[in-house]
């Protein structure tokens, strides 16, 4: 009797993962190395980063989930292990509880959460993803010192996700996002009220005595003054609505501007002193002082500005000169630590006092939010600049502008001579 072959079952185990509301789905396809999500409470982070995870792992890459308290990895942990039971229950994904460890067989893709309120628990790892949750509640260490170093060997990515405590150092990272023109980091923001999966009475129950400030903070996901903040009554000021040069014809137009090339950035604020309000801005970098020069002659002429203040510190100065040539209305003003205090402090005025109405741009506002005061403890004295890894070019183009709006300078005509005469 000839022996029969042994039957072979082929086991079929699939992954269920929910499908993303339209928020989470924009950051989630995002190409984006570095991204910084901010959100409102049970808005949806967590979950989309946790997707994020499990994809990543069925890939074969090494992620790494870190919080600043082991009860603060247990949301996405917990998502990770339902959605991966089968193949955990199988013996294909391996699972230590103790460590909250995750790990494919054969294929080097693993999940971890750890704790990071000491950033230096997560030296000697490294991650193909990185998840940073509550980043706001953590030392920036985390990222700077760590975080950062640990996806250089094989350029990992990095996913920020919080809710807003007040404009501390995640403020600065999610102001850094949205002033990104290279496409390797990006920002997004949503509210709780976005989830579509979150209930009207699960939101109540949320928002059940929360202050007018909570609500604001951890619902609409709104960053908070801090005490350092120099520019006030944002919300109230920044009301002007975009216009056209034909609105202000005859009228008194100032601009001012504040040069950058690689790094930093070219800013230009145009500002109409007959009706105390900014009417266009212009914003760029990595293009060369030439091309920098004619953009500005063109905002200039657009708008047949009277006057143009521009920094003229370092390469500023032989522009200004250049443009002098060619007969702009352009004078320079030198930033010093003496000079910058009351340039500053003048716009900062301007603001509490709601003299002036100015563009409400996304990263114009973030640079505005994230300015800093700090008082010298030896000297007593202020210094006024961006937090690391932020821009001021736009505030100090609107400081140059208001500067000259009230001290109503007109720069002297310039008349051109032929270099043979």
Known sequence: MKAQAPIQRRLELTVTLPGFHPKQK??????????????????????????????????????????????????????????LHDLIRAGVIYKNETDRLLEMKGTGGRIRAKTAWDADTLRGDYADLLILDEYSLMNPSAWNEVGAPMLLDNDGDAIFIFTPKRKNHAFSLYGRAMGDTTGRWGAWHFTSLDNPFLSGPALA????????????QEIMAEFLDSEGQVFRKLAEVLSEQPSTPESHEGHDLRMGVDWGKQQDFTAMSVFCVT????????????????????????????????SITAEANAMGEPIIERLQRDNLPITGFNTTPSSKSPLIESLALAFERKEARWLNDPIWRTELEAYERVVSPATGRSSYSAPPGMHDDTVIARALVWHDVTNRTTAPAVRRVHPLL
């Open 26 to 83: 924009a950051f989630a396809g995002s190409t984006a190395k570095r991204k910084v999500i901010v959100a409102g409470r049970r808005g949806g982070k967590t979950t989309a980063a946790a997707r994020l995870a499990v994809e990543g792992l069925l890939a074969g890459r090494r992620i790494l989930e870190a919080a600043p308290t082991a009860d603060q990895t247990t949301a996405l942990w917990d998502k990770c292990k339902a959605w």
């Open 205 to 216: 129950e949320i928002a059940a005595d929360m202050t007018a400030d909570a609500y604001r």
């Open 275 to 306: 009706c105390g309000c900014e009417v266009a801005i212009d914003r760029f970098n990595q293009i060369d002082y030439a091309f920098q020069t004619e953009r500005l002659k063109v905002l200039a002429g657009r708008w047949a500005v009277k």
